[in-house]
């Protein structure tokens, strides 16, 4: 017998699918709905036949009998209510028919059929679904990896709710089910109604799912299978499963023992192992695919009595052991008090149970440029959730996998603990090893994009980050952050942690400009056509201009990714307008550019920012810590003014101290003419293997110190002979210093440090010259001057009228250019009367 046997109404058919509405197009023939099988106007329907309808001019007003003559232990109706007065005021649970069953032996069941119990109406109000029955829709996902652009806000929300096509599907429950059921009868009432379909359930089952989720590990034995590219698919007709996820590759031992802890782990991006979950009947049966094909089934019922079943290509597990609905909290160890962080929580398998309100995977593990940032963060296979210090949701039973952290100098927890039965409290406890506010270090991120201002705050805070630079900008024809523009800072946490939304502005040839502290925009944000402004625009503006406009009203001007876009900065820096540089990458590239001015004789402060654009990049990864003085109480303007002054260091998790005769990072150490020999003392801590301190003198390395195998630890001390004017700066990273561990973000990044310069003057004021670095930003100043002649796209003259209101608009991009040219020129010509 079969598990679900439809019943074959056309005998009994009256009305066709016109009686539901002229432009009505109802599935008929062999349908699934839920998985469960149903015939409407019999295997070959006719569309002007197919239906039990009732009242109304066509359909019947009488009773009608279908014989049965079998047992069953469920009888499935696809029925609907054409005619409801409910949205009229009418109350609902009218009963619109009843359903009257006889057994052999002469006993009777009579169901009523209620608007909004058993049966539903047509059209469906919002809200309106009934009580008892349900859609003939399942729930869906969205297809994984497509879609329309319209709705891609929509696709965030994954999983939708099942519709109604045409029919609502009701499942009484005999009370008799080894009783033959003779006949059911169809008693009409007063409303018009249609029975699509009939089905008798055999199994001791609900024929819909009644049991939440539960999560199933994914193997694929073959080794030709696991190494694919991952795409595993997983079906289930009598039930619904979610995308599956990749789980990590590496065991758990390899896990706790990761000297990463806390900032994430490699994505895993084979397809197997995976895991899924699922909602079924018993009787569901369970299909995976890879790239197209089938490697294995199963029937959900065995998987859930024997926790695992196998085949020769597929391998299913049971992963549920139970869950509790757990509050946690992470208590700072110092205070006794609940501290920001990020938390993630998973099974020894690695399945993810993030805390209520977050996500186990952000946007299914797509790409989230500007999509989705707030509040997640993916650290390669890690999702973490940033709370306040209190969260709650579900754990698994049994041991929890908890990985905890809190920006640079709180000591990441990765350990494992032990839900029980019953448990609804778990608390953590992070440590602090520094507190570099303490000693008048101040953090910050001089880069991002896309956070709002609130979540900036407790992203900030989750990260153990002072200051957050937000920046509006535009990108193309999108602009973003437009509303988190107020001309001033935000403060929380007491004053601990500010964010200021300020600006970026960018032109895709001559350069970026990170412009902080504005009081009101500069405009235009961008400017010369995409990917930067918009199709068909004109470059309206050069990088100088809008430093001059933010320094203007009292702000500070970082160049970004130094070096690129590498058009404008030689003369940004040739002409005092570059407060800053900031550096995104560990590269050798990135070191050359940045020496290349410090020994040009320009002094550059370093700062460290994201550029964070994604949830795969948290805040502050990259940061800059700023020296103020006791008496300076911190604030966003005494920061950026430290910053100036170069009272810096770059930080990608290592903390760095330097000193020269005493003299600290940034200022000047004065000696007498001839020179002499300087005592140099530095040291890192981190939380991650830092295997190389080096001193750089004028970008070569003149000391150093190293441990082979990654210590937490490294000091250096030596001296030097210093004969003329120099700077000196420190900086640590991996093996042979750029051969560092990379974070597991979206780039990639080499953990690594790196000072602002100490100066060195000898018998006079501070002064470098590089013949070398001088041709270098004269050919890049008239490239710049190239670009704006020959290749920049220009309004005629005449035709508009610029911004800036002056006639000649050439003349006025061209301005700055010619204004690097003459200081360069300059420094050239006085290097050359003062060489011996």
Known sequence: MKDYEPIDLIPYCNVGAAFLGASANPPLGEQSFHGLPFLIGGRTPDSARCFLGFRDLTGRTESLTVPLGRTARHVLFAHTLLESRVVEGENIGRVVAHYLFRYSGGREQRIPVRERFEIGALPLPYGGFPFLARPDQKDWLQPRHEGAWGASGQRQCEAFRGGVRAYFLYAWRNPEPETVLESLTIEPGDRKFIVAAVTLGHLEESPFYREGRREVKITLPKKEDAEKAFGPEVDVDRGVATYPYPLPERAESEFLADPQRGWGEPLHSKASPAYVEIAATPSATVRVRLAGEEVGQARWGDLEEKGRVEGPR?????????????????????????????????????????????????????????????????????????????????????????????????????????????????????????????????????????????????????EDL????????????????????????????????????????????????????????????????????????????????????????????????????????????????????????????????????????????????????????????????????????????????????????????????????????GDTLQLPKGGGSVEIEAGVESIFPVHTLEIVQQGRVVASTSEARGGRKLRLKTSLEVSGHTWLAARCGGPNYFQSIPHHDAWRRGTFAHTSPIYVAVGEDWRLFDPGTAQYMLTLVEGGLAYIRNTAVMQPPGRVTHHHGERDHTAYLERPFHEALEAIQRRMREAQNTSP
């Open 314 to 462: 597929l391998r299913l597990e049971l992963a549920d052991r139970g869950k509790n609905w757990v509050h946690v909290t992470v208590l700072d160890d110092q205070t006794g008090k609940p501290v920001p962080c990020r938390v993630h929580f998973r099974s020894p398998e690695g399945i993810p149970y993030q805390p209520h309100g977050y996500h186990n995977q952000v946007l299914s593990n797509l790409n989230t440029w500007h999509i989705d940032i707030g509040g997640d963060l993916r650290l390669g296979q890690i999702t973490y959730a940033y709370i306040d210090g209190q969260c709650q949701g579900w754990l698994p039973r049994g041991d929890v996998l908890v990985d905890v952290a809190r920006g640079f100098e709180y000591e990441p927890i990765r350990a494992r603990v032990r839900i029980e039965p019953g448990q609804r409290e778990l608390v953590l406890r992070l440590k602090r090893w520094t507190d570099m506010n303490a000693r008048r270090w101040f953090s910050g991120d001089s880069h991002v994009h896309f956070l709002g201002t609130q979540g900036a705050h407790r992203e900030a805070q989750g």
């Open 466 to 665: 002072n200051v957050v630079n937000l920046l509006q900008s535009q990108w193309g024809h999108l602009f973003t952050n437009t509303e988190d523009f107020i001309g001033g800072a935000t403060a929380s946490n007491r004053g601990h942690t500010i964010v200021y939304c300020s600006q970026e502005n960018r032109q895709h040839f001559l350069g970026h400009l990170i412009l902080w502290g504005l009081r009101r925009p500069v405009m235009p944000w961008c400017t010369d056509g995409p990917g930067e402004a918009e199709l068909g625009g004109c470059l309206e503006e050069a990088m100088a201009h809008w430093a001059d406009a933010c320094h203007a009203q009292g702000g500070t001007v970082v160049i970004p990714h130094l070096p690129n876009p590498n058009g404008e900065p030689a003369v940004l820096i040739a002409t005092g307008r570059a407060d800053a540089i900031e550096m995104l990458r560990h590269g050798a590239y990135n070191h050359i550019e940045y020496y290349r001015y410090l020994n040009g004789g320009y002094r550059l402060p370093l700062v460290g920012g994201t550029d964070k654009m994604s949830s795969e990049v948290p805040v502050g990864l990259y940061r800059t810590y700023a020296h103020l003085p006791e008496e300076e109480e911190f604030n966003y303007e005494n920061w950026c003014r430290a910053v100036r002054s170069g009272r810096t260091f770059l930080s990608g998790g290592p903390i760095l101290d330097f000193t020269v005769n005493g003299v600290r990072i």
